[in-house]
């Protein structure tokens, strides 16, 4: 499993979500330069102790642009293929989809999409 930090989703200055971003403790300002968007994730990683392998987005969001992952997507890829794609995040997804699918896929060895 992969994590790839894209554009900040609720950014303060742009739809910024004030109270819930407060309470949380997350208000950031969408970052111009990537070393910015750098220093947002690993405040995330230390934060959360997060242990997956995490990767940044450039700051032209290349990433995003390729997956349509605004604010945020769930793909299976499997040898540089998507294999499975959910619905935008995070009301258009399901976690439990993609369980099923991984189930399938990974552990009975069924590659279908």
Same mark, same amino acid.
């Given at each position: 499993? $992969?994590?790839?930090?894209?554009?900040?989703?609720?950014?303060?200055?742009?739809?910024?979500?004030?109270?819930?971003?407060? $309470? *949380?403790?997350?208000? %950031?300002?969408?970052?111009?330069? *990537?070393?910015?968007?750098?220093?947002?994730?690993?405040?995330?990683?230390?934060?959360?102790? %997060?242990? *997956?392998?995490?990767?940044?987005?450039?700051?032209?969001?290349?990433?995003?642009?390729?997956?349509?992952?605004?604010?945020?997507?769930?793909?299976?890829?499997?040898?540089?293929?998507?294999?499975?794609?959910?619905?935008?995040?995070?009301?258009?997804?399901?976690?439990?989809?993609?369980?099923?699918? *991984?189930?399938?896929?990974?552990?009975?060895?069924?590659?279908?999409?």
């Amino acid at each position: 499993f $992969n994590t790839i930090y894209i554009k900040e989703a609720h950014a303060a200055d742009e739809w910024a979500l004030p109270v819930t971003n407060e $309470n *949380l403790g997350v208000c %950031f300002l969408q970052p111009k330069k *990537l070393e910015a968007r750098i220093n947002i994730a690993k405040q995330f990683i230390n934060r959360f102790q %997060f242990q *997956l392998p995490f990767f940044i987005d450039c700051i032209e969001n290349d990433t995003m642009k390729a997956y349509d992952a605004v604010p945020e997507r769930l793909y299976v890829v499997d040898d540089g293929k998507i294999v499975y794609s959910g619905g935008p995040g995070p009301f258009a997804y399901s976690l439990d989809d993609m369980e099923q699918f *991984l189930e399938k896929y990974v552990v009975e060895g069924q590659k279908s999409s």
